[in-house]
């Protein structure tokens, strides 16, 4: 009996040592697969990676295209701005080159008294240059400014006339520069009917505390007008005065 007692406890002792190895074997087969799986993981985030970077030079390369592309079309037109006025309306200038020896227009500014008025105020007192060839004629809101008074300027020998007021929403009588805005179009549709530029009228709004931009603006109309040259109603008025 004590015989087989020992016999019984050695293969009990070696189905458990078996055991152990299997679990062993299991063990390093699980960690084996992990190991495999994570290398298949990096090498999927590794390519990715590289696909990621690849997408980024692409990109580069053609924002590059474009930037050049942008610059080579700014170099060809530089001597063309396009500029849109309060009412919408595109406005093709000229950059020009130095004062001396140019033509100088005669241009008429409609100011609001609360708002355009003050910032050519502030323009002054915070002595901003701008060109002077304007003649500003001040009044309680830009939507006093009838149409007719537009033609009217144009007839006594403007070259330009330009209306400003209060940014909308700013209006000193709530809705005056609103009202602007519809005397603008008909002032656009009737010059157009008279034979004249669409762009030797302009519409802006300008507050009290832009100073800077009353300064741009006049800089800007000034050289919209040159490149449009004298109005041909001076012309006309020369003439019938001769005749």
């Not at 396009?82 to 140019?102: C, M």
């Not at 007192?125 to 309680?140: A, D, E």
């Not at 030797?200 to 040159?226: C, H, M, Y």
Request: net charge positive; with cysteine.
């Amino acid at each position: 009996m004590t015989a087989k007692k020992a016999a019984a406890k050695k293969t009990t002792a070696k189905k458990a040592a078996s055991k152990k190895t299997a679990a062993k074997k299991t063990a390093a087969g699980k960690t084996s697969a992990k190991k495999t799986v994570a290398k298949k993981t990096a090498a999927k985030k590794t390519v990715v990676k590289k696909a990621a970077v690849k997408k980024t030079v692409v990109k580069k390369a053609a924002v590059k295209k474009t930037v050049d592309a942008k610059a080579a079309e700014t170099q060809a037109t530089e001597k063309k701005v396009v500029v849109k006025d309060a009412s919408g309306q595109p406005v093709a200038t000229e950059l020009l080159g130095p004062e001396e020896g140019r033509w100088n227009p005669n241009i008429f500014v409609f100011a609001c008294n609360w708002c355009s008025y003050a910032g050519a105020d502030t323009a002054g007192i915070s002595r901003i240059q701008h060109q002077p060839h304007f003649r500003t004629i001040r009044v309680m809101c830009s939507g006093r400014v009838h149409p007719g008074f537009v033609l009217r300027a144009l007839e006594k020998g403007a070259d330009g006339v330009l209306v400003s007021g209060c940014h909308i929403g700013d209006c000193h009588y709530i809705s005056g520069n609103e009202r602007q805005l519809e005397h603008f179009e008909i002032t656009k549709r009737l010059v157009h009917l008279i034979g004249l530029e669409p762009g030797r009228v302009r519409l802006e709004w300008i507050s009290a505390a832009e100073g800077p931009r009353w300064a741009k603006i006049i800089n800007e109309f000034t050289d919209q007008i040159r490149a449009l040259g004298p109005s041909p109603l001076k012309g006309e008025k020369d003439e019938r005065r001769a005749g």
